[in-house]
């Protein structure tokens, strides 16, 4: 059977919004490939013509997870009243919290990308790079040089782990708590005022 030029394209991309829907919902491990090739309505045989492995698909959602998130990061930070304090206020916000399976691959898979090969890492590490350049963008001028870098990278740090922890409580007014002193002290390291 002969299909439309572009339609392997369209699987591939069919295939990894399915798929990084469920590994940031349900972790690697989870998430086997007949699971995955079944919610997209593929046959198990049909993986391997777009991906060589698990590891392999699981490497491109993390990628496209974290491009995702620092494209609306970038958007946050341009909007008008945006910029870092609508960044956190997002990143920390209810919208993301109840959406792990839209969210941010390193408020989610990271003990698991730790545990992964040297691909993944490198991939996980390069995006990661790039959404601590956009906070380094908009931190207030007080910060320079090397500084700067280094604050944005505890940003980043600060916001994923309270996403976590908030993720973990047993109780929604709990995970709020957690939310919202991440977001006091995000504000209070870039040193602007927490105004929600």
């Known amino acids: 059977m002969r299909y439309d030029k572009g339609h392997k394209d369209q699987t591939r991309e069919h295939i990894l919004k399915i798929s990084t829907e469920q590994f940031l919902e349900q972790g690697y491990n989870a998430v ?4 995955l090739m079944a919610s997209a309505g593929l046959t198990n045989g049909a993986f391997y013509n777009h991906f060589k492995s698990k590891e392999d698909l699981f490497e491109w959602c993390v990628v496209r997870s ?3 998130i ?3 990061m970038e958007k946050n930070a ?3 009243g945006g910029g870092l304090r609508a960044i956190i206020l997002d990143y920390l916000g209810d919208g993301h919290f109840s959406n792990p399976a839209r969210g941010c691959a390193a408020a989610t898979l990271t003990p698991e990308i730790s545990r ?6 490198t991939a996980f590490t390069r995006e990661q790079d790039a959404i ?3 906070l380094v963008s908009q931190l207030p001028h007080t ?3 090397a500084k700067r870098r280094e604050v944005a990278q505890a940003l980043f740090a600060m916001m994923t782990g309270t996403l976590q922890l908030a993720r973990a409580m047993p109780t929604k007014e709990a995970a709020n708590a957690v939310l ?3 977001q006091k002290s995000a504000f209070d390291l870039c040193q602007i005022k927490y105004d929600p």
Do not use: D, M, Y
């Open 116 to 121: 992964l090969g040297i691909s993944v890492k």
């Open 180 to 182: 919202v002193s991440g």
């Open 66 to 68: 974290l491009q995702n």
């Open 32 to 35: 086997g490939i007949a699971k």
């Open 78 to 80: 341009t909007k008008e």
């Open 143 to 145: 910060f320079s040089g």
């Open 132 to 134: 601590v350049e956009v």
């Open 70 to 72: 620092r494209k609306l």
